[in-house]
């Protein structure tokens, strides 16, 4: 079966500095992963998803996640956090051919001014 | 274009009542999900809709939960009845049609869109 693990629940980060949450991937076939975003009272939003085009992926408002298969890792950064990217964050992972999403237990991401 | 909307946004009822949660989907989007997060725990899906059938409803923790589908559009969950334990909020996801990639044949998942979750509090 597939799943996903997050380290940390809460991750608190400086404005400006690197932004890293990490997310570990259980699957025997390679899988479609996904980082979503919450925002406070909003729903979730799709940051970037892989699909095996590329292993290194951009998504909006200046995230990307490389995917490293011998690792089973899809870890999420971002080079200079903002205060607008308070938010939780959730890792993801869909089966091969399959539609329905497996989610991490997010991460709830804290910028210090 | 509008996205995907739930309703109501909180309900908070007592044990043993019935709640009905409806979304609305992305216009044109056959595909529609359901999702719970309980408190503390990840999100977890619930069950899959291609138009009005149901593709996947693994996910469904008990017979108190009922989903429908009827003509293909909104879509309700009702908990008949309701239990502490259902506490939690219920996303609601649409997205379209499998895509298929012209260069190489393969496809490609689709974006799950999500409302912005329906909060229900069971006291």
């Known amino acids: 079966a597939q799943s996903v693990t997050q380290l940390g629940s809460h991750v608190s980060v400086s404005e400006g500095a690197l932004v890293l949450l990490r997310c570990n991937y259980s699957?025997?076939?390679?899988?479609?992963l996904f980082w979503y975003v919450q925002y406070p009272n909003q729903g979730l939003q799709l940051l970037l998803k892989?699909?095996?085009?590329?292993?290194l992926v951009k998504g909006i408002n200046g995230f990307e996640a490389e995917f490293k298969k011998s690792e089973t890792s899809f870890h999420l950064t971002k080079p200079s956090a903002h205060m607008s990217d308070a938010a939780e964050y959730f890792c993801?992972?869909?089966?091969?051919?399959?539609?329905?999403?497996?989610f991490g237990k997010g991460t709830r991401l804290h910028i210090l001014p | 274009e509008a996205g995907v909307t739930q309703f109501p946004s909180h309900s908070v009822i007592e044990k043993g009542q019935t709640v009905t949660l409806r979304c609305d989907p992305i216009?044109?989007?056959?595909?529609l999900y359901w999702y719970r997060r309980v408190m503390g725990k990840e999100i977890k899906f619930l069950l899959h809709f291609v138009k009005e059938s149901k593709q996947d409803e693994s996910g469904m923790p008990n017979n108190r939960f009922l989903a429908e589908r009827t003509g293909g559009t909104y879509s309700t969950l009702k908990v008949q009845p309701a239990e502490l334990e259902d506490s939690g909020v219920y996303f609601c996801?649409?997205?379209?049609?499998?895509?298929?990639?012209?260069?190489?044949?393969?496809?490609?998942?689709?974006?799950?869109?999500f409302g912005p979750g329906t909060r229900l509090t069971v006291t």
């Open positions: 699957s025997s076939v390679p899988p479609y």
């Open positions: 996801a649409s997205s379209q049609e499998l895509v298929t990639g012209s260069t190489d044949g393969s496809s490609r998942p689709y974006e799950q869109y």
């Open positions: 892989y699909t095996s085009a590329a292993t």
């Open positions: 216009s044109g989007h056959d595909n």
């Open positions: 993801a992972v869909s089966p091969n051919r399959d539609d329905k999403i497996i």
